[in-house]
């Protein structure tokens, strides 16, 4: 009987957690005139793709859509492979001050990102790198969190692994491509979920960055469909559903790896 009612409170808890997102795609398929009804129809008697079809031609969302696509992309492969390096050299190898470097990716992860939103905006006008990929790519290229993440990973890997791998006359470059990389598998999977997803929602660094339609990210286009006096909330919520669209997509392709981290430097090596 416990059984039962664990599972019956799981399917409760996960119904009101998807919740909002059924109530995004829902409203996405109303007619606008049908958004705002009083009581609020949940199933929608005449679906359609009127909103969809105002969303993409009426706005720039394929050109955000590529922005977001880009900048993603571009910081989830630079934190994994950055990370998966700075994460190997802590955990595995043994240099002066290596502690202290460690500390130090620590107290970088307790300022807050705000802190830091003013002299790194100062930074890109003389750079002038505002209205660029550089500007939304390169203050992003290796996290604090990414490189902790993969330490406390790899340091549960036997290093008698990689003893065996010098002994057998492995390069330090062949012994990270050959066994971390592939060791390191899970862990990365991880960090690149989270970089996506962290990415892929950011909202006040492009804000402060971008001022051209042109170079603006998904969630800062969605945003400019805002009007002052009215809110297209059919418009926008066609909008908010093909931005969830990739995370769900991602989510389920790697879900296996969120079991996976719950684990991450929970055993000693």
Same mark, same amino acid.
């Given at each position: ?6 599972? *019956? #409170? ?5 119904? &009101? =957690?998807?919740? @909002? %997102? !059924? ?83 620590? *107290? #970088? ?5 705000? &802190? =830091?939103?003013? @002299? %790194? !905006? ?84 492009? #804000? ?62």
């Amino acid at each position: 009987m416990s059984r039962h009612v664990s599972y *019956g #409170l799981l399917i409760v808890f996960a119904g &009101l =957690t998807l919740l @909002p %997102l !059924y109530w995004i795609v829902m409203t996405a398929f109303q007619l606008p005139s049908a958004v705002l009804a009083i009581p609020p129809d949940l199933f929608p008697a005449s679906p359609t793709l009127l909103n969809f079809t105002r969303l993409f031609r009426g706005s720039q969302i394929l050109t955000w859509l590529t922005n977001s696509v880009v900048v993603t992309v571009a910081v989830t492969i630079s934190n994994i492979l950055l990370g998966t390096l700075a994460g190997y050299t802590l955990a595995k190898k043994r240099f002066p001050g290596r502690q202290a470097i460690f500390w130090s990716v620590i *107290g #970088l992860m307790l300022i807050p990102g705000q &802190l =830091t939103i003013i @002299p %790194l !905006y100062a930074l890109i006008i003389k750079l002038d790198w505002v209205n660029t990929y550089k500007a939304l790519i390169v203050p992003a290229l290796i996290a604090p969190f990414s490189i902790f993440l993969m330490k406390q990973f790899l340091q549960t890997l036997p290093t008698e692994l990689l003893e065996a791998a010098r002994i057998d006359g492995c390069s330090e470059w062949g012994i990270f491509r050959r066994v971390i990389l592939p060791l390191a598998r899970p862990g990365m999977g991880v960090l690149g979920i989270f970089t996506f997803m962290g990415t892929w929602n950011e909202f006040l660094w492009p #804000l402060i960055v971008t001022n051209r339609t042109s170079m603006m990210t998904l969630q800062i286009g969605l945003n400019s469909l805002q009007n002052q006096y009215f809110t297209d909330f059919g418009l926008l919520m066609a909008g908010a559903a093909v931005s969830a669209a990739p995370m769900v997509v991602v989510f389920l392709l790697f879900q296996p790896y969120f079991v996976r981290s719950i684990t991450i430097g929970a055993v000693k090596g």
